[in-house]
C-alpha cells in the first residue's frame, strides 16, 4: 500500500490484519465440558481495507482502526453458525420446531451468507460508531470503505463508496465490487426525495436534466428523468425546474447535492449543504454490496493476485491497463520476494505521474489526478501456508 | 393465445395490436408546410400483452384495452425525438444553449431510451386510469402486466408482475423479463416499512424469517434479514418479532402482506389485507423494468419465436423445456402456416394436463396447475414482410 503523498493531509488510509474468531460462549446452561470446547475454537481470517476519506482524513483514521474490530465482533455473533454445514435456525442449536433444518433448507441459506451478513452488520456498526466519536470530539468528514476478507477458502469484498477490487487471474479479470456514486444511485435518491420532499428544502429538484436548465428553458419541454425511469421522456419546465438538481454532473463531476461525489460510505454523520440547513447524510448509505469468491471453484495460478485501489488509481487506469501491468510485472520479477509490493508501487507511480514545474503530468503527456492513490496487491496462491 | 379454461372466470387477458405512431403538431408558431409534412408522417409499432389478472378480471380488462393507448400516445409525445440519430434536448429541436447535442450526448442519451421512457410512463398513466375507473364503476382487482412492443427493429419487453417472455433462437435461450413476487423485491418492500412504519399499521413485522416463529422463539436468537441485508444474521426474538411477516412464504406461496402473490402490476388501488385498514397498494410498484433485443445484431433464423406466457405456463415448464417443445414442433411443422399458434396450443396443453376424474394431471403424473395459463408465440423472421 503506497500513498502518492500528493496532497498535505493524506486522506486515503489502509488496514490489514488477521482477524481470530473465537466461538462465544453461550450462556450458563450449557454443560461445562462443551464450554471449555468451544472457548479454544478459532477460526482465522485475513483482512484488507481501504477507506478513502473527504472532509478531512479524520472518518478515515477511524474506520481504519475500528472496522475490523466490528467485522470480528459480528463474525463471532454468527460463529457457532458457519462452522456448521448449514446455519442452524436457532443460534444455539436447539430445535424449538422440528423442521426447522428444513425451512433453513428451502431458504437456501448458506454459511456464506451468515458471513455477507456479518460484513453489512459491521459496516452499520461501524458508521455508528464514527457518527458517536466525530459529535464527541468535534470532528467532520466521511470516507469510502473497502473491505477484502479471506476466510474459509473463500473471498469476500464489501465495498461501500468508489474505490475498486479486481482479481487478476492468468486469463481472466473478475470485478469484486462496483461504485457507488450519484450517478450510479441516482434512482435510489430520486426516490428519497420523492418520498420525503422536504429533505430538499425547497433547494434543489429532484428531476435529472442533461445540463442545468436557465430562464429561457421556462415553458418548453426538455429531456428530463424521474425516479422510476431509467429511460429518458420530456417534462414541461416550470420555474421549480431552473433549482439546482440533486444529482448533477457526469463521470467524476457528478455530485450529490453539490456536494459529495460518492453516495455511500462511513461518516458524515454532520454533513450540511453549504450555507443551508439541508442534511446530506440521509442521502448516503453505509450498507456494502458484498461479493464472494470460491477458491475452491477456480484453479489459482502463481501470479494471480487481487488489486484494491482508491479511486485514484482508477481514474486513471482502467481494469484491462491494471491487468496488463500486474501479469507483466509479475513475470518478470519472478523470484524477487518483494514483487508484489513492488508492483503496487508501480501501479500507484504510474497513475502519480511526474511532476513538471508546478503540475503532475502521466506518460502520455495527459495531465495527472490530484487525488490520493493507494493500492493493495495480494497474491492469492498458496493462501493457506503463505496468508 | 390460448386460455385453459380452468377458472370460470378466466382472469387473464391478452391484446396483440399495431400501434400507429403520429408525429405531433407542435404549435401555431411553426410554418404551414412543416405541420403538413409532419401530420402525415407516421411509425408503425406491433404490440403485444398478456395480463393475468387476480381478485376478478375487470384490471385485466381495463388494461388489456388501454395500456396500448397509453402507449401510443407517450410515444408520440416523444416522436419527433425516436425518429433523429440522437434525441434533442428540446422535444422542439431548438436550441436554448449552444452545447445542447453535447449534453445529450455525455449522456448516452439514445433513441431507445425516450422509448423505454415511453413505456414506463404509460404504465404509470394507466395504472391511474385503471384505479379512476375502477373507482367509478365500483369494480376491484389488479393484474399484472407484460407487454412487447417492436418497433424500428428493435423489440422492447416491458413487464410488471410474474407472467415471463424469452426469446428461443436457434443456438440460445435470451430471457426478456424478470419475475417481480414478494421474494424478488423483499428489500424494496422492507425499505418501505422501515420507513413508514405505520403502513404496517402494528399487525406486521417487516423481519424475515425462516419461518412463522412462535411463543416458544421468544428470547432466542434465530436467523432473520432486515431490508439493508442481502445476507443472514440472528436476531434476539421479541414479542413484536411473533407478528405476521411483511413478506411470507417460500415460493409460489410466497405473500405480501398474507394478501398478494405479485409485488408490481396494475390495479389493485381499493385491496386492503382482510379484516384490517391496511392498504397493499403503496407496497405494489406499477413501474415495468424493459429490456431491449437489437435485430441488427443478431441474425434471426427461420423458427426463432419470442414466447410470452403467464404464470401458469412457467409454473409448470422452464425455459428448457419450453425452448426443446418450439424447436422440435417448428422443425416438425415446417409447412403449416399456422404452426406458431399451434404451438401456443400445444404447450398450454402440455401445462394444462389432462382431467382426471376431478383433478387435473401432467403426463407425469405430477398434479398440474388450477392456474389460467395463456401463451403467446410471435415468429420473428421476416419481420418487415410479415408483421
Known amino acids: 500500500v503506497i500513498n502518492a503523498e500528493k496532497s498535505e493531509f493524506n486522506e486515503d488510509q489502509a488496514t490489514c490484519c488477521q ?14 465440558e462443551w464450554l471449555i470446547l468451544c472457548s479454544t475454537q478459532f477460526l482465522t481470517g485475513y483482512y484488507w481495507a481501504l477507506f478513502d476519506g473527504h472532509g478531512g482524513p479524520s472518518a478515515a483514521v477511524i474506520a481504519s482502526n475500528y472496522l475490523h474490530y466490528c467485522i470480528k465482533q459480528k463474525l463471532e455473533e454468527v460463529a457457532g453458525a458457519i462452522t456448521e454445514a448449514r446455519p442452524p435456525m436457532h443460534v444455539s442449536g436447539r430445535c424449538v420446531c422440528d423442521s426447522d433444518p428444513q425451512f433453513v433448507e428451502e431458504k437456501h441459506i448458506r454459511v456464506e451468507d451468515m458471513v455477507v451478513g456479518a460484513l453489512e452488520n459491521a459496516f452499520q456498526e461501524c458508521d455508528e460508531v464514527i457518527g458517536q466519536e466525530m459529535e464527541a470530539t468535534g470532528q467532520t468528514g466521511g470516507c469510502t470503505a473497502l473491505a477484502a476478507l479471506y476466510l474459509q477458502g473463500k473471498l469476500y469484498v464489501a465495498n461501500a463508496g468508489d474505490s475498486r477490487a479486481i482479481l487478476v487471474l492468468k486469463d481472466t479479470i473478475v470485478p469484486m465490487s462496483c461504485e457507488f456514486t450519484p450517478e450510479t444511485e441516482r434512482q435510489r435518491l430520486q426516490h428519497l426525495a420523492f418520498l420525503f420532499p422536504k429533505l430538499l428544502d425547497g433547494e434543489f429538484t429532484r428531476f435529472e436534466f442533461p445540463r442545468r436548465l436557465k430562464g429561457d428553458d421556462v415553458g418548453q419541454k426538455v429531456l428530463y428523468r424521474d425516479y422510476f ?23 467524476k463531476q457528478a455530485r450529490l447535492l453539490g456536494t459529495l461525489a460518492v453516495s455511500r460510505g462511513l461518516g458524515d454523520h454532520q454533513l450540511k449543504v453549504i450555507d443551508t440547513n439541508i442534511e446530506v447524510k440521509p442521502f448516503l448509505s453505509c450498507i456494502p454490496k458484498v461479493n464472494i469468491f470460491d477458491f475452491a471453484l477456480h484453479d489459482i495460478k502463481e501470479n494471480d493476485v487481487l488489486i484494491m485501489a482508491t479511486d485514484g488509481l482508477w481514474d486513471i487506469l482502467c481494469n484491462k491497463e491494471v491487468a496488463h501491468m500486474a501479469r507483466s510485472f509479475l513475470a518478470e520479477n519472478k523470484t524477487d520476494p518483494h514483487r508484489f509490493s513492488e508492483l503496487a508501487k508501480c501501479l500507484v507511480r504510474r497513475a502519480r505521474g511526474k511532476k513538471m514545474g508546478h503540475q503532475w503530468m502521466l506518460d502520455d503527456s495527459r495531465e495527472a489526478s490530484y487525488d490520493d492513490i493507494s493500492v493493495f496487491v495480494v497474491p492469492l496462491h498458496n493462501r493457506d501456508e503463505d496468508c
Chains 1, 2 share one sequence.
Open 229 to 251: 425511469m431509467e429511460g429518458w421522456g420530456y417534462k414541461l419546465v416550470e420555474k421549480a425546474d431552473l433549482k439546482y438538481p440533486l444529482v448533477h454532473g457526469h463521470g
Open 19 to 32: 482477524i481470530s474468531i473465537r466461538r462465544r460462549e453461550l450462556g450458563l446452561e450449557e454443560d461445562k
